[in-house]
């Protein structure tokens, strides 16, 4: 049977970029996905900015057709609080939203381009052990119903939200606060710019900015026990003073999808005996409202590769903690100020008035600047004091 070095689970962007660094560097690389291509995904669809560079990093020809998809340019990010009250912060630079099926289908050619083997329909489902060390696993072919095992030198677990490789290397932790989310795409949005929007509300918040060619991708979030709300979208959407009227359903151009409960955490992101890790969702995701998702994703997948191609799988674990720490510390304390309104209006009276403010909360939030420059007692008090 063939030995592959690596068997990557999941083409989303976690596991095509790892697919692509292992292969670019000569491993041999089996990427395994239990979708087809192009296939959608439940998201906002907005590239923090310091992902640009990521892309970049993966190669120009990767960056060049995100850039040729039609892409929207998102300058900054408007936080508005239950009562309408709205602040702006700004990035430096811009960063690019578009559909998930163009970006996941650039992720997964490229990947294939540089030599990795990709195989769509075939879900993972059981992980092979060999003297206590992960050595593969065993996936079957959604089509046929045909399984078959997958010999590996390392196996990524990049399966995102309900990660099975997750699951089968321990426990998965459950964290609060609990949230569902619905998203759709509606075209001809009123008053969409080149801003990403984010709405609290009571319960839940609604997160929307455009994606290109007049679309606009539109998330309604909510408590899990607030979850039949999804079925009313759009008048769930009229109920944020700040988003009421904007919305046309007739303008539909894609059907909501949902996805949740969402807020875990992989205990072990490398396996124990070795053999495996996470990247990507797999190995952790808490709340969508401050759209790192697809950053920590590709950045991740760099951390993995690197590991992966020295042989040091334990070194990945560490550098995940040194790289994204301040990050979790800080997606963790809003994603809990978000489900208090009275606490998020305080800000954002706060934002308002210190613009400086709302600058350094989205750049942090968007990769530009380290997240614990947004973590300082002063920045702290300057929010709420
Ligand atoms: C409502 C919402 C809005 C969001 N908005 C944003 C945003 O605006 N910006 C942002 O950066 N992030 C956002 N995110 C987060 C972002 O979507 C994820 O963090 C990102 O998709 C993670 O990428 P991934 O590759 O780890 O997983 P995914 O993109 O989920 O890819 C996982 C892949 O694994 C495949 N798979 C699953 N199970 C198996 C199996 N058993 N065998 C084989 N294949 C399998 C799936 O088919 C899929 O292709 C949002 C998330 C949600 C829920």
């Not at 072919?141 to 010999?151: L, M, P, Q, V």
């Not at 490398?270 to 409202?289: H, Q």
């Not at 968007?366 to 997240?371: D, K, Q």
């Amino acid at each position: 049977m063939r030995r592959w070095d690596a068997v990557v689970v999941g083409a989303g962007p976690a596991g095509s970029a790892t697919a692509l660094l292992l292969a670019r560097a000569g491993a041999q690389v089996l990427l395994l996905d239990r979708a087809q291509f192009p296939r959608d995904k439940p998201c906002s669809e907005y590239l923090s900015p310091e992902s640009t560079r990521v892309l970049q990093r993966l190669g120009t020809d990767v960056l060049d057709d995100v850039a040729a998809a039609a892409p929207a340019h998102l300058t900054g990010m408007r936080v508005v609080a239950p009562s309408g009250a709205a602040a702006i912060g700004r990035f430096e630079s811009f960063s690019y939203a578009l559909p998930r099926t163009k970006l996941d289908a650039i992720l997964r050619d490229a990947a294939e381009s540089r030599g990795a083997e990709v195989r769509e329909r075939v879900k993972a489902e059981e992980l092979i052990y060999q003297d206590g060390a992960v050595a593969g696993v065993v996936a079957r072919e959604t089509k046929t119903g045909n399984r078959e095992a997958y010999r590996a030198g390392v196996v990524v677990g990049a399966d995102g939200l309900r990660s099975v490789v997750a699951r089968r290397l321990g426990r998965v932790y459950a964290i609060g606060p609990r949230r569902i989310a619905f998203t759709a795409h509606v075209a001809d949005v009123a008053g969409v710019h080149q801003l990403g929007e984010m709405h609290v509300g009571r319960p839940g918040y609604i997160g929307f900015g455009p994606i290109g060619n007049g679309v606009t991708t539109v998330a309604l979030v909510l408590p899990i026990g607030e979850a039949r709300r999804g079925e009313r979208f759009f008048a769930e959407l009229n109920r944020f003073p700040g988003a009421a009227g904007r919305f046309d359903q007739r303008r539909l151009v894609r059907r909501v999808l949902a996805t949740g409960p969402f807020a875990r955490w992989s205990r072990r992101v490398v396996a124990k005996g070795g053999g495996a890790l996470l990247v990507g969702d797999a190995a952790d995701f808490f709340d969508p409202f401050t759209g790192q998702g697809i950053y920590s994703a590709l950045r991740g997948a760099e951390l993995a590769a690197e590991a992966i191609l020295r042989g040091n799988l334990q070194q990945y674990a560490r550098a995940r903690r040194h790289e994204f720490t301040g990050k979790w510390i800080l997606e963790r304390l809003i994603g809990i100020a978000v489900g208090w309104p009275p606490l998020i209006e305080r800000v954002v009276g706060r934002l308002i008035r210190r613009p400086e403010l709302a600058d350094l909360l989205v750049r942090a939030t968007g990769n530009c600047i380290p997240a614990r420059r947004a973590l300082t007692p002063a920045v702290l008090a300057g929010l709420i004091a």
